[in-house]
């Protein structure tokens, strides 16, 4: 009897202990969970003068900016130190800048204009320092990297000119026809895609940030391409007809025909 009661004594000790590293465990995640998120602070480094003090001469440009989604996050939201910096996590540190009086081309600084003297690459490279996951994972050698298209050509940055995407132009036909002039006058034509309806965009079939098929498709080939709307042209069909086999473009012109 004696030797039963101890055992009990011993489990019953034993449930106690778990019971009490339980609770410790739970309280000590509770406190956690409790505690304040903290916000980004921006490095301590001398070089760097903080958002305020780009305000200062760049009030417009400042007012623009913080009405964008990256303004919005970067100089409210910042989740890194990185973001903290505000401008001048994209622009590079401004304290040259501040101490030659400002002024274009003074201090360093990459301005992303289209006179700016900066490699390509590089601001590019400020850029995908960022975004390089998703859409963007096959932009080293694409074609428009390639041919030193700057991010900041498609893209307007410092303030909303488009609904999303912050594209340079409202829409992505404007944005794309900047330079592809012989595809949108192809859209014009009486038999088109609905992308000037707005049905559809560019990037519908497209990928401009890069994609390892030809002409930057986002499927494998212009036939898997076209299936993505048009199905009931898949098959399988008793007589399949034999140029969709290669490409639906061996009759059709995609962005518009007479």
């Not at 995640?29 to 304040?36: D, G, I, L, N, T």
């Not at 992303?112 to 932009?139: Q, S």
């Not at 199905?231 to 290669?246: C, D, I, M, N, T």
């Amino acid at each position: 009897m004696g030797g039963k009661l101890r055992r009990v004594v011993r489990v019953i000790g034993g449930a106690s202990l778990a019971l009490s590293a339980w609770a410790v465990l739970d309280l000590s995640s509770s406190a956690h969970a409790q505690q304040p998120a903290t916000t980004a602070v921006a490095p301590a480094d001398s070089n760097y003068v903080g958002a305020e003090t780009c305000k200062g001469c760049h009030e417009e440009a400042f007012n623009k900016f913080s009405k964008t989604r990256m303004g919005r996050l970067f100089l409210h939201q910042a989740r890194t130190p990185q973001e903290a910096n505000a401008c001048e996590s994209c622009h590079g540190p401004g304290k040259a800048h501040v101490d030659a009086g400002g002024g274009k081309g003074k201090g360093g600084l990459i301005t992303f204009a289209k006179n700016d003297k900066t490699p390509v690459e590089k601001r590019n490279a400020v850029c995908l320092d960022c975004h390089t996951k998703g859409a963007r994972i096959f932009w080293k050698g694409s074609s428009h990297d390639s041919r030193d298209v700057a991010c900041t050509s498609c893209h307007k940055v410092m303030e909303d000119v488009s609904p999303k995407s912050q594209l340079a132009k409202a829409t992505e036909i404007e944005t794309c026809g900047t330079c592809h002039l012989q595809k949108r006058a192809q859209t014009m034509r009486s038999s088109h895609m609905p992308v000037r309806e707005g049905k559809m965009t560019c990037t519908s079939c497209h990928n401009p940030h890069g994609t390892v098929t030809p002409a930057l498709l986002k499927e494998a080939s212009v036939p898997d391409t076209c299936f993505t709307c048009h199905a009931e042209k898949r098959g399988p069909f008793l007589w399949s007809h034999q140029p969709v086999v290669e490409s639906c473009a061996n009759c059709h012109d995609p962005h518009g025909s007479n």
